[in-house]
């Protein structure tokens, strides 16, 4: 069984593998050969929920909605926003 963990790690590894094709310059400028160098495990929160996994079935069975990306996709295309979108990002973390 997949657990919500290791879901969220493949997930960043993902991630970092998607960066490392489309925005090599960052490693150009370190000292890493990959962005997935950079991860770094904590604990979890106390009272934290473990599980953020979505089960998409009951909106695709009781409304016959069914997602237009795929996960693989729609994680570059998420990336892929928001290394188009800087100003966006800076002004997200200025607040």
């Known amino acids: 069984m997949i657990t919500a963990r290791l879901l969220t790690v493949y997930s960043i590894q993902r991630m970092c593998g998607i960066l490392d094709k489309i925005a090599p310059e960052f490693k150009k400028r370190s000292t890493i050969k990959q962005y997935s160098e950079l991860i770094d495990f904590v604990n979890d929160r106390p009272g ?7 089960d998409p079935e009951k909106i695709e069975h009781d409304l016959g909605w069914k997602a237009e990306e795929n996960f693989e996709e729609g994680l570059k295309k998420t990336v892929m926003w928001y290394l188009e979108n800087k100003s966006w990002q800076h002004l997200s973390n200025s607040r």
Not at 48 to 54: S, T, W
Request: charged share 30%.
């Open 48 to 54: 934290h929920d473990f599980r953020y996994a979505i």
